[in-house]
């Protein structure tokens, strides 16, 4: 089955204490995206991928790093978490560029203490 | 002022009726996206439009390029209808997105 998985779902976490978000899909996909969800604010970008070991800034990169060493698998790095940075995030992938239709993960449910 | 700007922000509707919500961007694009959003949270990818208009099932897209607007209709709506819809514009690489339509159908 073609998806995005997003590893953990729910984390609650304290302040400073550095933690990863895994995303991976399983359809090939050269693009892959990090979002944040909030209330009042919607989805905003946080980091894109355009392939391996391309990546760059979308409108909220601040507090957070990604890599892509591999085709299937994008992180989200917060090496310093802060309570602002408590929302939902989201993992998409889509074959190319922005033009095509994304696949999203489930969602991570990230609280910051 | 937003670069996306969907309107309304909530709406109820009865089941069956024809329900329109609408999208405006300020910003040049490659494509508009609409996705759903259910309460559980997960998000879907309803349509990506570059031009003209689109059909899937009950639902219809369209955009206006020199207007810069865009319009989702969901023709006789369910209450499994019952979301939030979110328009999203993207360039090459990056998006952005409005704020969401949460809509509620009513048996």
């Known amino acids: 089955e073609a998806q995005v998985t997003q590893n953990p779902r729910y984390l609650i976490t304290v302040t400073g204490k550095k933690l990863t978000v895994t995303c991976s899909q399983n359809m090939n996909h050269e693009y892959m995206s990090w979002y944040r969800q909030d209330p009042g604010l919607g989805l905003r970008q946080i980091y894109y991928s355009m392939n391996v070991e391309v990546t760059d800034k979308g409108d909220v990169p601040e507090g957070y790093k990604v890599s892509r060493k591999e085709k299937r698998n994008f992180p989200l790095i917060l090496e310093s978490p802060s309570p602002n940075q408590t929302s939902l995030y989201f993992c998409a992938s889509s074959p190319g560029t922005a033009s095509y239709e994304q696949y999203f993960g489930p969602g991570t449910r990230l609280t910051v203490t | 002022k937003n670069e996306v700007e969907q309107s309304p922000q909530n709406l109820t509707a009865q089941e069956g009726e024809f329900i329109t919500i609408n999208c405006s961007y300020s910003?040049?694009?490659?494509?508009l996206h609409w996705l759903q959003q259910h309460p559980g949270g997960g998000i879907v990818s309803l349509f990506m439009?570059?031009?003209g208009k689109k059909k899937h099932g009950r639902l219809i897209a369209t955009i206006n390029i020199q207007e810069k607007h865009s319009s989702l209709h969901i023709t006789a709506s369910h209450p499994r209808d019952s979301a939030v819809y979110i328009c999203a514009v993207s360039g090459t690489y990056k998006y952005i997105f409005g704020t969401g339509t949460r809509l509620k159908v009513l048996a």
């Open positions: 439009l570059s031009s």
């Open positions: 910003v040049g694009i490659s494509a």
